[in-house]
Each structure stands twice: as C-alpha cells, then as structure tokens.
C-alpha cells in the first residue's frame, strides 16, 4: 500500500467539504419546500359545519363545498363548527344586502364554548341608503371585549361578492 501525500490527503478534506456543504443546501431546500403554504382543500359543509337554525334559507352547491346563507324579512340563518380550533385562517365569501340596510348586520365570528367568552367579530353593520358601509371588528378574551375597530368601506359590498378573511395565529390576529 502506497502512503498518502499531503496532496491527497488536501483533496479527501476538500471532498468532505464540499459534500458538507451539499448537504446544508439540501436540507435548506427541503426545510424551505415544507414551509410553502399548502392550497385550502375544498372540504364540503356538512364535514366540518352544521346549521343552527333557519334550515330552509341555506342553500348547497357545488356537492356541499359551497353554500349560500339567505336573508329575507323574516330571518336569516346561522351555522357552527363541529369542531373546536387553537389558530386558523378563515374566510367567508360575501355579497352585502343591498339598499336601505339598517337594521341588519352581517356576520362571522369565532367563539368559544367555554366560560371566559373569547370570541373574534367580523361584522357588517346595516345603513341606510346613500351611507357608507362599515366593518366592525372585535376581539373578546377573558370576557373582555372593547377592541373595536370601524373600518369606512372605500367599495360597495352589494355590487359582487368579496372575501374577507381572520388570520388568527399564537402572535396576532389579523
């Protein structure tokens, strides 16, 4: 067996460098390629919601992915989760009653089940015709509330339906 040189022994060290570094990289790449959001899965109502009240005034599309809560004189109508959430993204597609609407004020909202009342409020408040609409926001933790926040919409609600979403994580909700 011939020793190794100096030389040789350079080029083994450069090898596991490089290969050190390789890994790193790989490893970088594959953290990264997790952290991509995923895509919302199209999971029908009745999986994870059921209706509250005013059966008659949901509709179902779409083979129950998608559904459309109506309001006439009378009533409109309510659903809950069958489940119980930490954190989560959540949004509603909303199309606003058009006309003089006060009076009415369209909702969604998270709340516990239990006795401190945390509870996240997205609501529109009605108005009357020719007046801007507003969104009200409020944030219940404890049983304490007093977070509101009034935003003057710069668009009107009733002309198409718009997203509006609750980002709710362990450092803020948005």
């Known amino acids: 067996m011939k020793p190794l040189n100096s030389l040789h022994v350079e080029e083994i060290k450069m090898c596991w460098k490089m290969l050190s570094i390789l890994v790193c990289i790989l490893c970088i790449v594959s953290a990264a390629n997790a952290a991509v959001p995923k895509k919302a899965a199209d999971v029908p109502f009745g999986k994870n919601y059921v209706p509250t009240w005013a059966f008659d005034h949901i509709k179902y599309f779409n083979g129950g992915s ?69 969104l009200q926001t409020n944030v ?17 609600p009733t002309k198409e339906y718009h997203t509006y979403s609750i980002l709710w994580n362990m450092h803020q909700i948005v």
């Open 66 to 134: 998608e559904i459309q809560l109506n309001l006439d004189n009378y009533t409109g109508t309510g659903f809950q989760s069958k489940r119980s959430y930490l954190f989560g993204h959540f949004s509603m597609h909303i199309k606003m009653v058009g006309g003089d609407s006060a009076g009415t004020v369209t909702a969604f909202y998270l709340s516990s089940q239990n006795n401190e009342h945390d509870e996240i409020d997205f609501e529109f408040l009605g108005n009357r015709t020719g007046q801007p609409y507003i």
């Open 140 to 156: 219940f933790s404890g049983g304490k509330g007093n977070k509101e926040q009034r935003i003057f919409l710069w668009f009107d």
